[in-house]
């Protein structure tokens, strides 16, 4: 027998709504209804979306760090506490992609952070999108005009340019530094402590290339080379440090206001330069090939730490690596010294910067407090006998606790009294790139340097408009 | 007219009360479908369509909704970024790039994965194991992958160097990334080597669907092993060939995580595809909006290559 619904006064009144009940239907209904206004008035009550933004705990500052200073920084969140009676609450970012993670959150017009990590030659390129605080009145009222105090006087502080306004401050110091093993020059018939002198002494970069042909030789099938590099990704940085040692520079910063310079790395001190590599790779063959393909400093430290390559040019910590025994081989052997020089020594600097987003949360001012505070001399000297990052004051070298912990303390300061602009521009990652692209086919030869980096030159200029 | 209760309704009011009841179901079905179809539009289409408006503005725009949909950037807007294109001698050469590495990627793929099927195919004991093994590199994540690969082709330490030269096939080691051959090739192999499984169990597949009969036939005229798989396997196999080929074309136009951590896209751009060098445009110097008009160029090639599948894929079935 069918049933017939029409025959059962209960679902007829239950299908039809009468006499106030709820339908089946009528319940899905409300309930989707329901979790539709529900999940819109959660996100409207979300912190994201109140007016004006700020921290929700305006007691606590947002500081991104890079991992390799987190330990520091949180010792040194008690020191800020203390004065301004602020929590901290760290992120650690990781070096190689703090950019991407940062640029992610500034080009959306917000920042979860009140105190940014950079490296320096990315402050200009941020600056000019007007994602940075301008700090230029708040240094000027900290520090006055007195850079004097500063290793390398206001060097450090020249990459946080943009149209002459600063962007950003240093937290370290330190430019690329040449590093030898000793034992290995000693074993070839070589003068050990002649490369200590080599950056006083205009076209000791010939004698260089002499020592490192010595160095280059096969023993109980072990390769050895004289001079090892990365020279894929970071070939630009090698090569703006040989044209400044022949007297030249990338681009030419010398009007303030002008934030990205002219193009002049194509000219005769930069040409010199990359033939001065391509003769070191192809004519005097000291470089281990394979440099080309290395990216960052992890690369070449292996054959240097392995007592395989005589010579490298790198950052400063690598000398207290290679003191280490459990990570060196020639832990006692090695030495470093400013570079060598061609008309003079050179390096690149680019130190560790922190800057202010211009949407911090918690305000510019909360936020400068904790920079003040990460430029104390306290706080420097705390970094300094740490022994890993090169404080920014002069005076503290002086300091014995520093001097113990810092063996290369001496020679990053004479390092910086030789040039060492890196030329940063707000568009730096792209010409970088480009004269990258030409340093790789100069080094492949299959173009001239002079044809490569005209090339570059007008890539670059084209690009800018 | 009053309603008597429990009478029947009229045929008018029942067809009133269907019309009704299927307005209700649809409206109930849209409700729920609601949530899914905000987050498509969410996720998927509203993100295409700013990033296309990005791609016809000018240099210097940030990608806020603020800044895209600004009136001032509006009305500036153009082909400007895409006439770019036509002169950018490295996007030029990264298509070219790309053709090469997804013809590499294509052959060498299908070659070794025609071989492993019909291996799978053949064996009767342990193909479960065997298909564990082929399928290994597919749940390797594509950094490690390049990373891996990287220290294979290693010019100071590599394995390959390691093995050549005690073969006698090297005196010196060898910088296989450090010219562009080299370097093309070692990226298509790493590439290939993670696309392999998916592959392979797709021929499989089509393997298993050739009739028995087939080959008893082949068998009863004399033929051999390799005649039967020329003249059985292979036109038996061609729907599915082509499938998988042009699937592999396709997915070659997505690669990115192996490149950038073997080569970066060097040495001097030799390794550099369009889909890498729209990120770089982008990610790395900030160009967004001529990196969105690279990035829709490149949706469109491959939107060409899924057409292609389609009329592919329709004519296997058929």
Redesign the interface.
């Known amino acids: 027998m069918r049933f017939?619904r029409?025959?059962d006064?209960l679902l007829?009144r239950v299908s039809q709504g009468e006499g106030g009940g709820l339908t089946r239907?009528e319940l899905?209904?409300r309930s989707?209804?329901f979790s539709?206004v529900s999940g819109l008035a959660l996100m409207g009550c979300s912190p994201q979306g109140q007016e004006g933004g700020g921290s929700q705990n305006s007691r606590n500052l947002n500081v991104a760090v890079f991992s390799h200073f987190e330990e520091l920084d949180r010792r040194l969140a008690r020191r800020y506490k203390s004065s301004t009676e602020k929590g901290v609450k760290f992120e650690a970012l990781v070096a190689d992609n703090h950019r991407?993670k940062i640029?992610g959150s500034l080009?959306?017009?917000s920042s979860p952070w009140d105190v940014i990590p950079l490296w320096s030659f990315l402050t200009p390129?941020m600056a000019s999108?007007g994602w940075l605080a301008d700090l230029t009145d708040r240094i000027e009222e900290e520090f006055g005009s007195d850079f004097e105090q500063f290793v390398g006087g206001d060097a450090a502080f020249q990459n946080g340019l943009y149209e002459g306004r600063r962007y950003g401050v240093p937290v370290d110091v330190g430019g690329t530094i040449l590093h030898w093993n000793k034992d290995l020059l000693e074993k070839r018939g070589l003068d050990p402590e002649a490369p200590a002198s080599w950056h006083e002494t205009a076209g000791s970069n010939e004698e260089f290339v002499r020592y490192a042909k010595e160095l280059t030789f096969k023993e109980g099938g072990v390769?050895h080379w004289g001079f090892s590099d990365n020279w894929?990704?970071q070939a630009a940085i090698t090569f703006n440090t040989f044209i400044q040692m022949f007297g030249g520079q990338c681009m030419d910063l010398s009007d303030e206001q002008d934030a990205y310079g002219e193009v002049t790395f194509h000219e005769g001190p930069g040409v010199e330069a990359l033939q001065f590599m391509v003769d070191l790779l192809h004519t005097h063959q000291v470089v281990?090939?394979?440099s080309?393909?290395y990216?960052w400093v992890f690369d070449i430290t292996?054959?240097y730490l392995d007592g395989r390559v005589g010579f490298i040019s790198t950052w400063p910590f690598v000398a207290a690596l290679a003191e280490d025994p459990e990570q060196s081989k020639i832990a006692g052997a090695a030495a470093h010294a400013p570079n060598f020089a061609a008309v003079t020594s050179a390096t690149s600097q680019d130190p560790h910067y922190i800057a202010i987003p211009e949407s911090a949360p918690g305000g510019v001012d909360a936020a400068w407090e904790y920079v003040r505070t990460r430029l104390s001399v306290p706080v420097q000297r705390e970094q300094g006998e740490e022994g890993a990052w090169a404080p920014i004051y002069k005076d503290l070298y002086q300091e014995p606790a520093v001097r113990e912990a810092f063996i290369q303390a001496d020679v990053i300061v004479k390092s910086l009294e030789y040039p060492s602009s890196l030329s940063v521009t707000p568009?730096y990652?792209?010409w970088r790139?480009t004269l990258?692209?030409a340093i790789?086919?100069a080094l492949?030869q299959?173009k001239t340097p002079q044809e490569a980096l005209n090339e570059a030159a007008e890539q670059v200029k084209a690009s800018r408009? | 007219m009053k309603t008597v209760?429990?009478?029947?309704?009229s045929g008018r009011r029942r067809t009133r009360e269907k019309s009704a009841h299927r307005r209700?179901e649809r409206r109930?079905a849209l409700?729920?479908l609601?949530?899914a179809g905000l987050l498509l539009i969410a996720v998927f289409l509203l993100p295409t369509l700013v990033t296309f408006v990005i791609s016809l503005e000018p240099?210097g725009v940030?990608?806020?909704p603020?800044e895209v949909f600004a009136p001032e950037n509006l009305s500036q807007s153009g082909l400007q970024n895409y006439e770019r294109s036509l002169n950018d001698s490295v996007w030029l050469s990264s298509m070219r790039t790309t053709v090469i590495f997804g013809a590499g990627m294509t052959v060498l793929g299908l070659l070794v994965s025609l071989a492993l099927a019909v291996l799978i195919n053949r064996v009767a004991r342990g193909r479960a194991v065997l298909l564990a093994l082929v399928l290994v590199p597919w749940a390797v994540p594509p950094v490690v992958s390049g990373t891996t690969w990287g220290l294979v082709v290693?010019?100071?330490?590599g394995t390959l160097n390691g093995v050549l030269e005690a073969a006698g096939l090297i005196d010196?080691?060898q910088?296989w990334?450090?010219?562009p051959l080299g370097a093309l090739t070692a990226v298509i192999v790493a590439t290939t080597w993670r696309w392999i499984p998916l592959m392979t169990l797709l021929l499989l597949a089509g393997l298993q669907q050739l009739e028995r009969e087939s080959y008893e036939a082949a068998s009863v005229d004399g033929a051999n092993s390799w005649q039967q798989f020329t003249h059985v396997t292979l036109p038996g196999l061609r729907p599915m060939l082509l499938t998988t080929g042009v699937l592999s074309l396709i997915w070659s136009t997505k690669v990115f995580d192996e490149i950038w951590v073997l080569t970066?896209g060097?040495?001097?751009?030799g390794t550099t595809v369009m889909n890498l060098w729209a990120y770089?445009q982008a990610?790395?110097?900030?160009?967004f909006g001529y990196g969105a008009a690279l990035a829709y160029q490149l949706a469109l090639a491959t939107g060409v290559l899924a057409v292609l599948y389609f009329l592919v894929a329709r004519r296997a079935d058929q």
Request: aromatic share 6%; no cysteine; charged share 30%.
């Open positions: 017939d029409s025959r006064p007829e239907r899905l209904r989707a209804l539709a991407d640029i080009r959306a017009g390129e999108r390769q894929r990704e281990d090939p394979a080309v393909t990216d292996p054959g568009d990652m792209e790139s990258n692209t790789s086919q492949s299959d408009g | 209760p429990g009478a029947r309704p209700s109930h409700l729920f609601a949530p240099e940030n990608p806020t603020s290693h010019g100071d330490i010196t080691y910088v990334l450090g010219e970066g060097g040495p001097a751009h770089q990610f790395e110097f900030l160009r």
